[in-house]
């Protein structure tokens, strides 16, 4: 009995240690820990350099991924090795178009660990958020995937990442934030009611927790001196292309971006590059659209449903089956900069904003 009882405590001893080297993990040129629904990265270095996608989830046939998307990769390592990047952001839509079944489907291969398969790109963490077509699948085995994998990081459905410089500076707090759960999800694409819905009393009863969670969290973020706040969803606030803006993203995350003095929002779902900047409560935020890593789409009809003089950039070009795009972005304490690049290396946009005033 005695030898028993030493046997299961040795194994749950075991089981710890395992679990724990998978919540401390070392990088390229990072320390991440996961604390549940908190994540630290601790950076080797005082600048940040992160690549944000969104809609990249290949094909649910062979070959499991588009032609963008693989080019899209390759440019991220080019980028990814010139500017010494540290992570990614992923911004839904991981899998078309269905999502996954469970933690072991094949789609995890083929779609991400063998596209996104450079040096760069592997040795560093990939911050995952889901999207519409990652719901219509199982949602929580893109969660389970993050104990499988080395570098997906999903440890809820939404975190907030907490990155520090190596001097030990606060310098960015990113929330993600899973916007069906917000909002409900919408439509496939070939339906017509394209903003999402919540369906039944359950649904609403979870949305308006998980809202209340998120001011929370963003007031709590707010009261720290970091640098820069970032918030990440899928659906946008601010589009002016196939699906336009979220209606209840309007309603319920746009003023709390600005009461909270966020510096920018980074969504997908629409399949560009869009940069919008919107002022209101006398705080600029800038909504920026990176959503064309798989699919490009040149739609414009939500053109005149967005703030007059808001829309500073927007690309879509290419025949949607080539070309594709994603954005850079370049952070220190005095500045923090985006950029847009097609997947052939060219670079279309830029714009630069500076710290939140404490
Ligand atoms: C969803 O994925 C989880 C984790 O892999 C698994 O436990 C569960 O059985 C899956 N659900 C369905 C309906 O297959
Ligand atoms: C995530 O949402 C859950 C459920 O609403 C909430 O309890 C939790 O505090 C949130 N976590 C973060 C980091 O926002
Ligand atoms: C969008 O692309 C199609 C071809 O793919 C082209 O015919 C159309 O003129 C383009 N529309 C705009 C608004 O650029
Ligand atoms: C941004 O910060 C970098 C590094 O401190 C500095 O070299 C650059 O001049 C700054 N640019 C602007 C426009 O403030």
Redesign the pocket.
């Known amino acids: 009995m005695k030898r028993f009882i030493k046997l299961i405590l040795a194994q749950i001893f075991l089981l710890a240690v395992v679990n724990s080297k998978r919540n401390s993990r070392k990088f390229l040129n990072s320390n991440l820990l996961i604390d ?3 994540v630290k990265l601790d950076l080797k270095d005082d600048n940040v350099n992160f690549l944000v996608i969104g809609d990249w989830g290949g094909l649910p046939v062979f070959p499991y991924r588009t032609i963008i998307e693989t080019q899209v990769s390759k440019q991220m390592t080019k980028l990814g090795e010139m500017y010494n990047t540290q992570f990614q952001l992923a911004l839904g839509d991981n899998f078309y178009f269905n999502g996954v079944i469970d933690e072991n489907d094949k789609r995890f291969k083929e779609t991400y660990e063998k596209v996104f398969n450079s040096k760069r790109l592997k040795e560093t963490p990939w911050f995952v958020l889901m999207g519409n077509h990652d719901h219509y699948g199982n949602a929580s085995a893109q969660i389970e995937y993050t104990k499988q994998s080395d570098n997906w990081i999903l440890p ?5 990442i907490d990155i520090k410089t190596k001097q030990g500076d606060n310098l960015i707090s990113i ?4 916007t069906v ?1 917000l909002c409900g999800n919408s439509g496939y694409d070939w339906e017509l009611d394209k903003q999402p819905k919540l369906k039944s009393m359950r649904e609403k009863l ?1 949305a308006n ?2 809202l ?3 001011e ?2 963003l007031r709590r973020v707010s009261e720290t001196d970091v640098s820069y706040i970032l918030v990440a969803g899928h659906f946008p606030v601010w589009s002016i292309a196939e699906h336009g803006p979220t209606q209840c993203l309007q309603q319920r995350l746009k003023p709390l971006l600005h009461k909270y003095k966020v510096s920018a929002y980074f969504c997908g779902h629409d399949h560009n590059l869009q940069y919008l900047e919107d002022t209101y409560m006398d705080h600029p935020v800038q909504y920026i659209v990176s959503g064309a890593a798989n699919f490009v789409d040149n739609s414009t009809k939500h053109i005149d449903d967005v703030p007059e003089n808001s829309l500073k950039f927007h690309w879509a070009e290419g025949l949607g089956i080539v070309s594709g795009g994603f954005m850079i972005t370049q952070a220190n304490a005095q500045n923090m900069t985006f950029s847009f690049y097609e997947s052939n290396g060219k670079a279309l946009y830029q714009n630069i904003i500076y710290p939140r005033k404490l």
Do not use: C, G, P
Not at 175 to 178: A, K, R, S
């Open positions: 549940n629904d908190r809820s459905y939404n975190y907030t929330l993600m934030v899973d759960l979870v927790s998980y209340e969670a998120f929370e969290e």
